[in-house]
């Protein structure tokens, strides 16, 4: 079993619309909780950075973790097509720098 | 600041053939990491180094691949010889915090 499960999409949304991705997590001693970006032929880079349980707002972006169901997600609200990318979930463990990544998640955000 | 820096940003190579990849961390970052990305998959870990020293390598296929980090700074991950399945792309970056890590842009490699 994977320690981390993401739904690899596609996912084509129209401008504007809610995005929500999600993701799953087997080990309940991860504790750290992130969310990375990636465009096409780019690196990875981080969005959102999250501890604990609950919710985390940077703008238009939400950050939500429920540690008891071990899911992680990502809202995405009034998206723009230059949200268009692959969104990556990663979980880490205290006191380990390894990080678990999700298989990632292809939005599309049609104009 | 400069972000991390890798090179070459392809390669085709034939299989059987060595290749190098090289990453130049953002300054003052301690650790270093290594992953590889295979189409529509997310990033895997190879090798993670805490200044000079390879602190995990626990998912590097010794008997082709190594690496190494010369004075704590530049590093270099070597294929040889290389085989069509490690066509993928090779991504190194860097952090100082645990979690925040910084990647490049990625070595393409296409191995025929």
């Known amino acids: 079993q994977k320690e981390v499960e993401q739904d690899p999409g596609p996912l084509s949304v129209p401008e504007g619309a809610i995005v929500s991705l999600n993701c799953t997590y087997s080990?309940?001693?991860?504790?750290?909780f992130m969310w990375y970006r990636q465009y096409s032929r780019k690196g990875p880079e981080l969005l959102m950075y999250?501890?604990?349980?609950g919710n985390k707002e940077d703008g238009r972006f939400t950050a939500q973790v429920d540690k008891s169901s071990k899911y992680i997600s990502l809202f995405i609200r009034d998206s723009q097509p230059s949200d268009s990318a692959t969104y990556l979930c990663?979980?880490?463990?205290?006191?380990?720098?390894?990080?678990?990544f999700g298989t990632g998640t292809r939005l599309t955000v049609i104009p | 600041e400069a972000g991390v820096v890798q090179s070459p940003r392809y390669k085709i190579i034939e299989k059987k053939q060595p290749v190098a990849f090289w990453c130049n961390p953002i300054s003052g970052h301690n650790t270093l990491y290594w992953y590889l990305q295979n189409l529509g998959q997310g990033p895997e870990l190879l090798i993670r180094?805490?200044?000079?020293?390879?602190?995990?390598d626990s998912q590097l296929p010794k008997d082709r691949f190594s690496a190494e980090r010369l004075k704590g700074v530049d590093s270099t991950l070597k294929i040889q010889p290389a085989e069509l399945g490690d066509s993928a792309v090779y991504l190194c970056a860097s952090s100082l915090t645990a979690g925040e890590l910084f990647f490049g842009e990625g070595s393409r490699l296409t191995v025929l």
């Open positions: 080990n309940s001693a991860f504790q750290y």
């Open positions: 990663a979980i880490q463990g205290a006191g380990a720098n390894n990080l678990f």
């Open positions: 180094y805490e200044n000079e020293e390879a602190v995990d």
């Open positions: 999250t501890y604990s349980s």
